[in-house]
């Protein structure tokens, strides 16, 4: 009885890591990250650098993403810092496609803004394709400087 009990749980344990190995798969990390970093100078000789870097997430089964962002401020003087700040969190975007499958992705983020820029701090695009069936979108999202985003998916073409 003790071995059959052993042999339950040994099995139990098994079925929990494959469910768990399972449901990691279902979410990947985009090949494309992006870090962009400026420096400013403030009254009294302070120095403040922040640094912005870009990330997504794709569930591979029902091509919803999140775009994750993490920054990180630094403010000294000649002699010491003075300040950290750092912030980030991810947020949920809409599926690509509209039914479940087997999705692959690829993201980037624009360059950053210049002087010359009038829509904001740019924007980015996605690429997903189905690993089932021979289908492709692209997607490219930008600020309007208005304060919404405009977000545009296309279907490729095979020809």
């Not at 768990?20 to 420096?39: G, M, P």
């Not at 091509?63 to 300040?83: G, H, M, P, W």
């Not at 509209?98 to 980037?108: E, I």
């Amino acid at each position: 009885m003790h071995h059959v009990i052993k042999i339950t749980l040994g099995l139990a344990l098994s079925l929990v890591t494959l469910v768990s190995i399972a449901q990691a798969d279902e979410f990947k990390l985009s090949n494309n990250q992006r870090i962009s970093c400026s420096r400013g100078l403030s009254p009294g000789k302070l120095n403040t650098a922040t640094c912005k870097s870009y990330a997504y997430v794709f569930d591979i089964k029902t091509s919803e993403y999140f775009r994750c962002q993490v920054s990180l401020a630094l403010t000294r003087d000649n002699k010491e810092v003075i300040n950290v700040q750092s912030d980030g969190g991810c947020t949920k975007k809409p599926r690509i496609f509209d039914t479940d499958s087997n999705y692959s992705f690829d993201a980037t983020e624009t360059e950053p803004p210049n002087t010359n820029s009038f829509f904001g701090p740019g924007g980015y695009s996605i690429w997903a394709s189905d690993n089932n069936a021979r289908r492709v979108r692209g997607c490219i999202t930008i600020s309007s400087g208005l304060g919404s985003d405009i977000s545009k998916c296309l279907d490729m073409s095979f020809q």
